[in-house]
């Protein structure tokens, strides 16, 4: 705290010793200063206005001191007193302070135009991240006193979005004006708009005030109609390509969740009701190396999911060996076996997961880098997390589809699943492929688990709400065809989307699944079908 409040200290000096280096010309008069800091709200407003469209650097300064409460009046003579020292605010030289100085005192109203003039002010800093940031504060705050220092800034600004916003900000203020030229001027500069503020703004214009319209001119109100299909227009293509990135994410989060299963019931025939708490181990073995990194290594802890990546797979891999080589290789063939075995080992897993980490759901922290999002249309915008997983999505499906195209493992898995007895006349270790092949199907289903977590709670009932939708995409892609679940899961994920967007979450899920039983009646084999002598196998 010593170490903070000195610092305070000397940015403050910092402050002064600029000013006082900028000279007479950066400097306000003391009759300027008089009139801010003394007198009633409007004077002091209209004071403030004059000074900041002036563009005068010293105002910064002084308004910060007035927001701070350490200017004070005595007569004509304003200071600034500033950790028991006072210097004269025209000068920044140090003064000894009257016995009747008395403090100003700022209303809310007064505040409020104190913080729009300084948001103002730094509409001309060096800095474009501060000059965004003051655009920001002036949303709700600009008045039409202050469009001299809006239309300077704006001549002055290099950044085009910077100066859109600028200009759309001056017709806002515009919109309101007495003189109907400028408010048919302010019409046609928001026709140009993308904000869902700008709608309301002209959705009030055109509005009845009791039994007179907001708007008295039929000229304006024309305009302002023309401008709000415009902005309608363009909102609506946000909100479409809003539903269409949500739905592509939901898809890629299918897929995850289905490439696992892809290989075990897909490839292997094996009905797997554990394979969500497959995935949820995952997520608990993202959620354990979270932990360590914060306990351990907090330095290091934006990039935890580096080490939570391979420690999902291998915790998920292990799991399935052990459910292969314990349980499923004597069920081979007998699907209904499998799923009343599967479905009591998901239940024991859950179980297990209760005893050791509780029933209540667990936090995974997203990192630094996959917090906030990227701001495509006023109302669009594309979260990190879920752009992170849609590149993980892509990378883990490259992966499995080399894995089993271009290896030897691969090869095996093929060979074995295809005809068993074949492969194992030529010498292929079918037992070990089994098992191999069942926990590169585990691991990926942890992978998933892993890209859950970034979205969502972790919690024992994790698997639960996706193995459902997980079966659907792997029957409706055509069993053991990993191109047919990459379609079938960004189409229902898609699907969905645009569904709930009119019915709800609920119906949408259900006019899905109808859409599934539908198409499965016409086209068993889903979309696509196995080729050779193995599809009439």
């Known amino acids: 705290m010593i170490v903070l409040n000195c610092a305070a200290r000397l940015l403050r000096a910092c402050a002064w010793a ?12 003391p009759q300027q200063l008089r009139a801010l800091a003394g007198g009633d709200n409007d004077e002091r407003i209209e004071a403030l206005n004059q000074a900041a469209a002036s563009g005068d650097p010293a105002l910064q300064t002084f308004v910060e001191a007035l927001l701070r409460d350490e200017v004070k009046l005595a007569g004509e003579q304003v ?17 000894q302070l009257p016995a009747e100085a008395e403090d ?14 300084l948001a103002a002010l730094k509409l001309f800093s060096p800095d474009v991240s501060r000059r965004a940031q003051a655009v920001d504060e002036l949303q709700d ?40 030229g400028k408010r048919l001027e302010a019409a046609q500069a928001l026709a140009d708009s993308g904000q869902a503020a700008t709608r309301t703004l002209l959705l009030g214009r055109l509005e009845k005030e009791g039994d007179s319209l907001v708007e008295p001119d039929a000229e304006v109100r024309a305009a302002l109609q023309s401008a709000l299909r415009q902005v309608e227009d363009r909102l609506a293509w946000g909100e479409r390509l809003g539903v269409l990135f949500s739905g592509v994410s939901l898809g890629s989060i299918l897929l995850l969740v289905a490439l696992g299963l892809a290989i075990t019931y897909g490839l292997m025939g094996v009905i797997n009701m554990a394979h969500g708490e497959l995935m949820m181990i995952g997520a608990y073995a993202t959620y354990v190396v979270q932990y360590l990194f914060r306990s351990w290594m907090p330095g290091l802890f934006d990039w935890y999911l580096l080490a939570a990546i391979p420690a999902a797979f291998l915790c998920s891999a292990l799991v399935g060996a052990v459910l292969e080589r314990g349980v499923i290789r004597w069920l081979y063939g007998r699907p209904l076996e499998t799923l009343l075995a599967t479905w009591g080992i998901s239940l024991v897993l859950m179980q297990a997961v209760r005893s050791l980490f509780g029933a209540q759901n667990v936090q995974v922290e997203n990192p630094a880098w996959m917090s906030g999002g990227l701001s495509v249309m006023s109302n669009l915008t594309l979260p990190y997390n879920r752009l992170a997983i849609l590149a993980f999505a892509g990378l883990v499906l490259l992966g499995m589809s080399l894995l089993i195209s271009r ?3 691969g090869l ?43 979205v969502g709670n972790v919690g024992p009932d994790l698997g639960q709400s996706y193995i459902v939708d997980s079966f659907m995409v792997v029957v409706l892609g055509g069993v053991g065809q990993i191109a047919g679940a990459v ?40 979309l696509f079908a196995v080729k050779g002598r193995s599809a009439e196998a």
């Open 141 to 180: 705050k600009v008045d039409e006193a202050l469009l001299p220092l809006l239309d300077k800034a704006a001549a002055a600004e290099t950044d085009e979005d910077l100066k859109a916003r600028l200009q759309r900000m001056r017709a806002t203020v515009l919109i309101t004006s007495d003189d109907k």
């Open 79 to 95: 200071y600034i007193v500033q950790d028991g020292s006072a210097r004269d605010a025209a000068t920044g030289a140090p003064a």
């Open 18 to 29: 600029a000013l006082l280096a900028a000279g007479s010309a950066a400097a306000l008069t």
């Open 487 to 526: 379609y079938a899961a960004l189409g229902l994920g898609i699907l969905n989307k645009f569904i709930e967007g009119w019915a709800g979450a609920v119906l949408a899920k259900i006019l899905v699944l109808v859409f599934i039983v539908v198409f499965i009646q016409k086209r068993p084999q889903g």
């Open 412 to 454: 095996f898995v093929r060979g074995v699943t295809q005809n068993r007895p074949m492969a194992s006349c030529v010498g292929v270790n079918t037992a070990r492929v089994d098992t191999y092949a069942f926990s590169l199907g585990a691991g990926i289903a942890g992978l998933a688990g892993c890209a859950l977590s970034q």
């Open 407 to 409: 290896t030897r493992l």
């Open 104 to 117: 100003v005192v700022n209303s809310n109203r007064m505040r409020r135009a104190l913080e729009g003039a």
